[in-house]
């Protein structure tokens, strides 16, 4: 069965740092991209961050660039989310995102193929 598990979330202040984690298991995911999405209350999902197979290149919303930094471990079947400069209005579930194709697939496609169940981030100012 192919799954994704995030970790990471929890409650944290504004200005504050928080690392989220992906796990996959259940097949190889060379060739495929993965990402980040979040869902705020009442508003609709959206993208946050996409990594190619191999790292590079990387893709962000403009609302996190320079403060959100996504990478990959390969071997670990992982993908991690580093979120620093917290902001009330990144308070989200961030859900994880996986699909064959490139960083534009996820991005601007908003292809997805599997979805990870999310994680609350909840930044209290």
């Known amino acids: 069965q192919v799954q994704l598990v995030e970790s990471g979330g929890g409650l944290v202040q504004a200005g504050g740092s928080l690392r989220l984690s992906c796990a996959a298991s259940g097949r190889t995911f060379i060739n495929y991209v993965m990402g980040w999405f979040r869902q705020a209350p009442g508003k609709e999902r959206d993208f946050v961050a996409a990594?190619?197979?191999?790292?590079?290149?990387?893709y962000y919303a403009d609302s996190v660039k320079g403060r959100f930094t996504i990478s990959r471990d390969n071997a670990k079947n992982t993908v991690y989310l580093e979120m620093n400069s917290l902001k009330p209005e990144d308070t989200a579930v961030y859900y994880c995102?996986?699909?064959?194709?490139?960083?534009?697939?996820?991005?601007?496609?908003?292809?997805?193929?599997?979805w990870g169940q999310g994680t609350l981030v909840t930044v209290s100012s």
């Open positions: 990594i190619s197979w191999n790292g590079n290149p990387t």
């Open positions: 995102a996986t699909t064959p194709g490139t960083v534009y697939t996820i991005a601007r496609d908003r292809f997805v193929e599997i």
